[in-house]
Each structure stands twice: as structure tokens, then as C-alpha cells.
């Protein structure tokens, strides 16, 4: 009888599975002090909500889940030094979010989800509710959506005939100081919608809502239009970066 051979088939070590590679390394625990530091912040949190915390403590709780194993407060406050405040920070283009040091795909990932959640809370209080009776949640909602954006932004609020809001749409994308508008988009977006009313919004980077001459010319001839297919145009709303102006309040419209 031929015996075996020991690294074949009496080896007592199981063969690796098909196409296994090579075991992961265990990463090494966390360091007891941050593990503690980490513990603290979150118990304050859950105790004390946001009010109890200032803008770097809530970031570096955002930015636990996607740095676990490091020391994220000197990434929290380079980004706060970099854009101002955690609603900059948050609302910042991955582009420029990427050049600061320390900030990578996760880190990207976790601040971008916690926009995208802010901005669809806001928007199911609005949405297919009367815009009139809900004013001040119409106004909150453009202003997480758009008062920390670093170019303008021309965004189009549709209602229906009870005034209800059937969609809000980004009918263009601008610079530092202009967005491009285009009524007929805008009156044709309209009619395929069905929508009775319109509710105009953009925001101004610069925090100043004060409307140029270009903006109430274009309002005017959105208005014009409307008009013609007797649609009502409710309001223009200019966003800043603490206040709004609404074209019908100033006398605009």
C-alpha cells in the first residue's frame, strides 16, 4: 500500500475554499481614550440633542461612522475653518469637500446622506400640502435646500389649483452670480403638469437677497407668459443665506 503523502491528503490543516485569499489582518482596537471620547459625545447627544453640542462636536459624530478608527477632531475642524459653519460643511461640492486633507469617498458619502435626509424632511412637509397655509415650512424647506449652495440655482415650484404643491424642480444650474432661465421651459414644464400655479425660488451665494435688475426682468416675463395661459406666478422668492426676499412682499409683483 502506498502511504500518503503529509502535505496532501493526511495533512490535519483544512484546505483553503476556491479562490480564498490570504486571511484578513485583525485591525487593532481603538485606542481606550478615543473609544471613551466617542462614548462621551454620544451620550451629551442623546442626553442634550444638537442644542448641547457646538458645530465641531456634531461633526466629528457625523464623521465616527466614516473614519472608526482614528481621531477625527482635527478633520472636523479643518473643515469647519475651510467652509465657516457645519451647514457649509455639509452642503459643500464633493469636489472642494475632497480638497481638504483627511476627507475621502466615505467621509463624502456620510456628509452628502446627511444633506440628502435634511432636504427630504423638509420637503414632506411641503409636498402635496397647500403651499399658502404652510408658508413658513415652504420658506425652511428653500432654505435647507439652498441657502448654503455655492452657485445660484433657479428652481420652479408647481401647484395646483388648491394651491396644493405638485412638484419642485431645478430648471438650471449657474455661477457664482447667474443662473440661466428659460420662460418657455419653465411655461412648457407647466402645462405638462397641469399646474395652476408657479412659485419661483433661486439663491444668491453671496447671502444678499436682494434682487437684480436681471431677476425682475426675468420675473416679469415669466409673469407675462403665465399670463397667457392663465397660470397664476404666486411669488418670486430670492434666498440668502439668513433671510429671503419674497418679489410679491416687496412690491415686485
Known sequence: MRTPRPDTACS?????????GPKETARPPLPSYLRDHRKRLRARFLSGGADAMPDYELLELLLFRAIPRQDVKPLARRLLDQFGDLNRVIAAAPARLRAVNGVGDAVIAELKLTEACAQRMARARVLHRPVISS???????CHTAMS??????F??????RKNVLIADEA??????????VYPREVLRRALELNASALILVHNHPSGDPTPSDADIAMTNTVNAACGVFSITLHDH?????????????????
Open 155 to 160: 428652481r420652479v415650484l408647481f401647484l395646483d
Open 12 to 20: 490535519d490543516s483544512p484546505l483553503p475554499l476556491f479562490g480564498a
Open 148 to 153: 448654503h449652495r455655492e452657485t445660484e440655482q
Open 237 to 253: 422668492i430670492v434666498i440668502g443665506q439668513s433671510r429671503e426676499l419674497s418679489f410679491r412682499s416687496a412690491g415686485l409683483l
Open 135 to 141: 408658508w413658513q415650512s415652504l420658506l425652511d424647506y
Open 171 to 180: 430648471q438650471g444650474e449657474g455661477t457664482v452670480d447667474h443662473v440661466p
